[in-house]
């Protein structure tokens, strides 16, 4: 830091017009960007309309001493002939994209991607336990078949014991019927020799 006063002056002055230098010349950049983007978008009316007003801008950051006339001058004819230039077909422009959107882009595109795998893991997640209801579905129904089945059969044999027990029993019953139809008329024979033998007498 200077001691002498007026050194201490020009220190503050020589800050103040860095600071307005570095204003003018970011308006003039942040012109031609504008300009340059209406252009890569392939906005030939936005870019003519800019074309004046950059150009404009340019000259003021001349005047003020922020860039030299000639570097002016480069500038602004590199923007009229650019912009002559995609006007008469000599260049074809290609819509240029800047980084966020590139980004932005992919960011979309690895979030459809994971849906996507997300879907598909869901749906054969899904499959499977289908399948396994319809096996464990399946399996049931084996069970229950098979244990009918055995209840048939013990049920089977049950039924022919109980039929072969009734039919002995009905035999018997047919030989005491025959027995008792027999007795009967060998009792009705005692019964009429005693009547002939007192008509005898």
Known sequence: MPNIKSAKKRVIIARKKNLENRALRSRMNT????????????????????LPLTM???????????????????????????????????????????????????????????????????????????AKLEAEQAKLE???????AKKDAEKKPAKAEKTEEKKPAAKKTTKSEEKTEEKKPAAKKKTAKPEEKKDAE
Do not use: Y
């Open 31 to 50: 012109a031609v960007k504008n300009f340059n983007n209406a252009i890569d978008t392939n906005n030939i009316e936005e870019a003519e309309r800019l």
């Open 56 to 130: 404009s801008v340019i000259d003021q950051t001349v005047s003020k001493g922020v860039i030299h006339k000639n570097n002016a001058a480069n500038k602004k004819s590199a923007l009229s002939k650019r912009l002559s230039d995609v006007k008469s077909g000599k260049i074809e422009i290609k819509i240029k994209k800047d980084n966020k959107t590139i980004a932005a882009e992919k960011a979309r595109a690895a979030q459809a991607a994971r849906e996507a795998v997300r879907a598909e893991n869901a749906k054969k997640a899904a499959e499977r336990k289908a």
């Open 142 to 148: 084996a069970e229950g078949k098979a244990k009918k």
